[in-house]
């Protein structure tokens, strides 16, 4: 029994023509409707579950394609089915013609990469602490204070806020100071960048960035660069080949 049509992604026509295993060992095929190519396969489910196997699943299609040398497609929303062809034409193609064909192009000769940076906030801190004697001796009287060692001192609620805040202002420029310098490396190298959320508390960064395909190799070199450069302070995952979701925006004219 099937389910319809899962879709993948848009490519300009005629679009891929490979042997490809899609969504539960279906093959992938390609539709041409107008001068958009659709690759899809059998729908096996009526609703495909956001697991990390189907996730990866709908990446792969996207990235072979991508490696056989179709390197301008519009990613589509993972778990988009169809019962007909008629749906695409009348929700989405007749609406959006013009927009798919502006994507079309902004997209070609560009890949997307993506950044993402983490740090120890624990060991930061003990670097700011050994950096700033001022610092670190305010924080050192503060928690004497709450830990009843102050022989006969104390701190007033403002006197202990103004030593919170500025430790918590330390950190953030010194989070700053780093961002900083990969967004001066890596920004002249892009012609556009998406800032998404930082989605753990060690995260301090998650940048999608738009490169020309030429310039990956340099743009991995700057990486690498500020790899060193930062020493054993980050953990860097750099993501060099991916379908561009953060500058098609299909989702938003699906």
Do not use: C
């Not at 007033?156 to 900083?180: F, N, P």
């Amino acid at each position: 029994m099937t389910y319809g049509l899962y879709l993948y992604g848009i490519f300009p026509a005629p679009g891929p023509a490979l042997d490809l295993e899609g969504l539960d060992h279906q093959p992938v095929q390609t539709q041409v409707i107008d001068r958009f190519a659709f690759l899809y396969s059998a729908a096996q489910q009526e609703r495909y579950l956001a697991s990390r196997r189907n996730l990866l699943g709908h990446e792969k299609v996207l990235e072979q394609a991508m490696h056989a040398g179709y390197r301008t497609l519009l990613p589509l929303q993972f778990g988009l089915t169809i019962e007909t062809w008629d749906t695409v034409t009348e929700q989405l193609i007749t609406p959006h013609r013009e927009s798919l064909e502006h994507l079309f192009e902004t997209l070609s000769g560009y890949r997307e990469v993506s950044i993402k940076l983490f740090w120890d906030s624990n060991a930061e801190l003990q670097a700011l602490m050994a950096e700033d004697a001022n610092l670190r001796e305010k924080r050192d009287f503060l928690e004497s204070v709450r830990s009843s060692r102050s022989d006969g001192k104390s701190l007033s609620m403002d006197e202990i806020v103004l030593i919170g805040q500025a430790i918590e202002k330390a950190m953030s420029d010194r989070k700053q100071t780093i961002i900083q310098a990969f967004q001066d490396s890596l920004n002249p190298l892009a012609i556009a960048r998406v800032e998404n959320e930082v989605l753990t508390e060690m995260m301090i960064y998650n940048t999608a960035y738009l490169i020309p395909w030429e310039a990956e190799a340099e743009f991995s070199q700057q990486v690498e660069a500020l790899d060193h450069q930062f020493d054993s302070r980050l953990k860097i995952r750099y993501n060099d080949f991916t379908a561009p979701y953060n500058f098609a925006h299909l989702d938003q004219l699906t």
